[in-house]
């Protein structure tokens, strides 16, 4: 096992399927973060995309195997002068407040 110390645990995902998803589900999010950030430090861009079909996507390159796609990430080179120069920023006093 790869973490005995939480075998005593295990029980507790097996028993509720829905626990299990959620975690599962949310712990894929924090690595799809992970990703983008490695992308755009080696110079890409990255945009995340939550509005496909999923359905297609699933049926295309996963099969039958039971995985199922959260997100779609579009990798690629910026072209030169496709961004919008920076909006303007709340200042700190402005956004906050210190109790």
Not at 28 to 38: D, E, K
Not at 54 to 66: I, K, N, P, T, V
Request: no cysteine; proline share 5%.
């Amino acid at each position: 096992a790869l973490a005995p110390w939480a075998e005593e645990r295990m029980g507790h995902f097996e028993e509720n399927p829905l626990v299990r998803e959620t975690m599962a589900r949310n712990n894929s999010f924090i690595q799809v973060g992970y990703f983008i950030m490695a992308a755009r430090a080696l110079g890409l861009s990255a945009g995340p995309m939550s509005g496909f079909n999923h359905e297609a996507l699933d049926a295309r390159f996963h099969g039958d195997s039971g995985q199922h796609a959260l997100v779609v990430v579009n990798l690629g080179y910026p072209h030169e002068g496709s961004f919008r120069p920076r909006s303007g920023r709340l200042s700190t006093e402005t956004a906050t407040r210190t109790l």
